[in-house]
């Protein structure tokens, strides 16, 4: 069972109280961006076992979405973070490479 | 008028926890910057309570207010002065980003009183409700069995439950079904 803090109001919300909004960090194509970057943006996805970035919004409790750092073959959580961010804050960055150094996802390292 | 009746018109499973739904009771909906003084003042007039911090409710009789999220909070009022309580909202806010809104027909309030209300919600909800972390004045949404309700404690030995109303029958006879098979024992 995955149990994520959230940012937003300070609970720690069971898998259950939480929606999973699929990867986070996806750079939105729109009008007038090229047919390949537009399929990128809409279908291509990472598939990582290991480090994973996602979002999550807290449903049951209060509504806002979030972000989350963790790792699919363990379900180690390394943290959560607010979702107005381009990329991770490097304190969790910093925690990613404490527990698997040399990781990387997408372009963050 | 319509004359308004609560979702199960004060219902009573009584036990050793009794379950009692509280009949009609004014809830507000309001939305904006929790920050803006504007906003908590005219909070302070309505209810005539304390401003809730995070993840906080404080009540005193018909009248609270409840930390629903970042943005939100739910004004308590008796039934019949919620109309009168957005008039005051709406006139200090107007012209301020916010929304008010007079939910008290859409939501039901169920009571959960007796010695062991904590294993009561305990067994239902996927909360931390040990004593060291869940206190009297302490609020919280989340779920009970298979539907979204939000409560806070009013005091060691009463819960408050707000559901929607059109499972205020679920979430009735799920809260007297956990009441009825008694307490868990693990927080003694």
């Not at chain 1, 990582?48 to 963790?70: D, I």
């Not at chain 2, 859409?106 to 004593?131: N, W």
């Not at chain 2, 919280?140 to 404690?153: C, D, I, K, N, Y």
Request: glycine residues 8%.
């Amino acid at each position: 069972m995955l149990i994520l803090h959230c940012p937003c109001c300070g609970v720690d919300a069971d898998e259950t109280d939480l929606h999973a909004g699929g990867q986070a960090h996806l750079k939105r194509e729109g009008p007038g961006s090229s047919d390949d970057d537009f399929e990128d943006y809409l279908f291509m996805r990472e598939n990582p076992k290991g480090v994973h970035f996602e979002r999550w919004r807290h449903v049951y409790g209060c509504g806002k979405w979030f972000h989350a750092a963790r790792c699919t073959s363990t379900l180690e959580v390394f943290g959560t973070y607010p979702a107005q961010t381009l990329e991770p804050p490097q304190e969790i960055k910093d925690k990613i490479s404490a527990k698997r150094p040399g990781w990387s996802w997408g372009t963050f390292q | 008028m319509s004359n308004a009746v609560s979702a199960l018109q004060g219902r009573t499973a009584p036990g050793e926890v009794t379950i009692r739904e509280a009949g009609l009771r004014g809830m507000i909906i309001l939305r904006g910057d929790l920050a803006d003084k504007k906003l908590r003042k005219v909070c302070a007039d309505v209810t005539s309570v304390k401003f809730p911090d995070q993840g906080q409710a404080n009540s005193e009789g018909d009248k609270g207010l409840c930390w629903m999220s970042p943005d939100e909070l739910l004004v308590l009022v008796p039934y019949t002065e919620a109309a009168d309580a957005i008039a005051k909202i709406d006139a200090k806010l107007a012209g301020t980003h916010y929304l008010a809104e007079n939910v008290s027909d859409a939501r039901a309030v169920i009571l959960v009183e007796g010695a062991f209300c904590r294993d009561v919600i305990a067994k239902l909800a996927p909360a931390d409700l040990h004593p060291d972390s869940f206190k009297p004045g302490d609020f919280r949404r989340t779920r009970l069995g298979q539907v979204a309700a939000a409560f806070w404690m009013r005091d060691e030995d009463t819960f408050e439950v707000i559901c929607f109303r059109s499972v205020a029958e679920y979430t009735f006879d799920l809260l007297a079904m956990s009441a009825k098979s008694g307490e868990v024992g693990h927080f003694a």
